[in-house]
């Protein structure tokens, strides 16, 4: 038997584990990446950290509150081999979290990307396949 979503089954014959299903269209890669960041309507370019990503956005940690529906400009960096390379996208804000008590001053929040290049999107995708093996 299988455990779903907190229903509890039990059969005292054998030893059952927990299933997780990943609902996600596209899987999360734990990453530690720079970002650089704007609102699109504004010029002013921040820092912050990428925390995971997949094909469909990216966990970030930034110094700013915003608000839920927030439109970003996005450049992750990475190394290729021995130079440092981009990744450019425009992202919305979808959730946040904003009790961080451990940094105060670091906010997280969940983007999702609204467009990316096709060229960005496979040096992405080619990162993150790199990072999973």
Known sequence: ?????????????????????????HPRISVELPLSYSR?????????????????????YLPERMEIGAVLKIEIFYLN??????????AKVVWNDLANRENPGE???GLEFQYIDE??????????KGIGN
């Open 119 to 128: 060229k960005d999107y496979n040096r992405l995708l080619a990162l993150l």
């Open 40 to 60: 699109v309507n504004n010029k002013e370019l921040l820092g912050g950290i990428v925390a995971n990503a997949s094909g469909g956005g990216v966990l970030v």
């Open 81 to 90: 081999g021995l130079e440092l390379d981009a990744v450019n996208a425009i």
């Open 1 to 25: 038997m299988t455990k779903l979503r907190g229903d509890i089954q039990s059969n005292s014959k054998s030893r059952m584990g927990v299933l997780a299903i990943e609902r996600r269209k």
């Open 107 to 109: 906010h997280r929040y």
